[in-house]
C-alpha cells in the first residue's frame, strides 16, 4: 500500500511538472508575440522615416508648391462668410418657420437670384451672393426641464409611471423648442443686415398666424382696459373708506356704535367690518396683472421675437478644408508618397520576378 501512494503521488508531481512547463510555453510565446508586434512597429517607423530623410527635398519641393498654389487660389476666390439671428416663437408658429427658412435655402442652392432679390429686397446682384439659409433649435436644457415639468403635470398617474425625462426627451422634435437659431451664409460680409427686416417677414408669411397676431393683441388691450377699470374703482373704494375713518375719527366715540364698509361678496355676508389692508391687497394684485398683461404684449407682439439679429458684418465660417493652403500641400504630399510607393512597389516585384 505505500509502494502504491508514494507512486501515485510521483506521477501527481510530474503531471504538475508537465502543466506549469506548458503554461510556461504559453506565457513565453505570448510574450514573443507582443514584443513581435512591438518590433515591427519599430522596423516601419524606421523605414518610413528613411524614406523621407532620404527624399525630403522632393516632399518639402511638393508642400511649398501646395502652399504657393494654395494661397492663389485662395486670393482669387470667394470667402464665405455666415452670420446668425435668434428667435423665439410665438402661437405653434415654429413649423412654418422651418419651412419658410428651407424655401429660401433651395432657393439658394438653385442659385434662384431674381426670386431672393424679390422676396429679401436686394439687388439680383447682391442675393446671388447668398449661398444657404440653416435653422436649428437652441437648447437651453434649464428650459428643458422646465418644459418636461409642465407636461409631466398635465398627465394623470398611469401616464407619470411610464413617461420618463428621456423619453420625453427623445419626443421632442426641433419645432417643440421655443428658441431657434437661424444662419446665414454668404460671399457678401455686409448683406446680413440688408436682408434682416424683410427675411424675417418671411418667416412670419402666413395670414392664420397674422391674424391670431392682430385677435390676440385686441384681447389683451380688452384685458388691460378691464384692469384699468378695476384699478380705477378700487381707488374709489380706498379713497372713500379712508374718507369716513377721518369723519369716525372726528366723532365722538360712542361704545357699539360704528361704521361698517364692505367689499360685495366678500365679507357682506358674515357681517364683518372690512379691513382696509384687502382694499389694498386687491389693488397690488389687480397691478400684478397688469405688469403680467404688460409683459405678454411685449412677448407675443408678433408670431415671432427676434432675440438677437444679424451682426453688421458676417464671419468666415470657412472649415480648413475648404481653405486652399491647406488642402494643396496635402493633396501634394500624398500624391509624392503615392509615387514613391508605386515605384518601390515596381522595384520590389522586378526583384521577385529575377528569382
Do not use: C
Not at 435668434?86 to 431674381?114: G, P, R, W
Not at 407636461?151 to 423619453?167: E, G, H, I, Q
Amino acid at each position: 500500500m505505500s509502494n502504491e501512494g508514494q507512486k501515485s503521488q510521483q506521477s501527481e508531481e510530474v503531471d504538475l511538472g508537465q502543466l506549469f512547463k506548458v503554461i510556461g510555453r504559453g506565457f513565453d510565446k505570448l510574450f514573443k508575440f507582443i514584443a513581435s508586434i512591438f518590433i515591427g512597429l519599430y522596423r516601419l517607423v524606421i523605414a518610413l522615416l528613411s524614406h523621407f530623410y532620404r527624399r525630403k527635398l522632393w516632399y518639402g519641393l511638393a508642400i511649398v508648391i501646395g502652399v504657393v498654389i494654395g494661397f492663389v487660389v485662395d486670393s482669387k476666390s470667394d470667402k464665405l462668410y455666415g452670420a446668425n439671428m435668434f428667435i423665439e416663437t410665438n402661437f405653434k408658429s415654429a413649423h412654418q418657420v422651418y419651412e419658410n427658412v428651407k424655401q429660401l435655402h433651395q432657393l439658394a442652392i438653385d442659385k434662384d437670384s431674381m426670386r431672393l432679390s424679390k422676396i429679401l429686397g436686394v439687388d439680383p446682384s447682391q442675393a446671388s451672393k447668398l449661398k444657404g439659409f440653416y435653422i436649428k433649435a437652441s437648447i437651453d436644457e434649464n428650459q428643458v426641464a422646465e418644459m418636461y415639468s409642465e407636461f409631466y403635470m398635465k398627465l394623470d398617474s398611469l401616464s407619470r409611471t411610464t413617461m420618463t425625462f428621456d423619453r420625453y426627451l427623445g419626443s421632442l422634435h426641433a419645432t417643440d423648442y421655443p428658441e431657434h437659431q437661424i444662419g446665414v451664409a454668404s460671399t457678401n460680409k455686409s448683406i446680413f443686415r440688408l436682408i434682416e427686416s424683410r427675411f424675417t417677414n418671411k418667416l412670419i408669411d402666413n395670414p392664420y398666424l397674422e391674424n391670431l397676431v392682430i385677435t390676440n393683441k385686441r384681447n389683451l388691450e380688452l384685458e388691460e382696459n378691464a384692469l384699468k377699470s378695476q384699478i380705477q374703482k378700487t381707488d374709489s373704494l380706498a379713497n372713500e373708506y379712508l374718507k369716513i375713518r377721518i369723519n369716525e375719527s372726528r366723532k365722538d366715540p360712542v361704545v357699539g356704535s360704528g361704521t361698517n364698509l364692505y367689499l360685495a361678496g366678500d365679507n357682506e355676508s358674515q357681517g364683518l367690518l372690512m379691513d382696509e389692508s384687502k382694499v389694498i391687497e386687491k389693488r397690488l394684485n389687480l397691478e400684478e396683472l397688469r405688469r403680467e398683461v404688460n409683459l405678454r404684449k411685449a412677448e407675443e407682439y408678433g408670431v415671432v421675437n427676434v432675440l438677437g439679429g444679424f451682426p453688421e458684418t458676417g464671419y468666415d465660417i470657412r472649415e480648413w478644408t475648404d481653405k486652399m493652403k491647406f488642402v494643396f500641400p496635402l493633396v501634394l504630399f500624398a500624391l509624392t508618397l503615392g509615387m514613391f510607393s508605386i515605384l518601390g512597389l515596381g522595384k520590389f516585384l522586378e526583384n521577385e520576378t529575377k528569382k
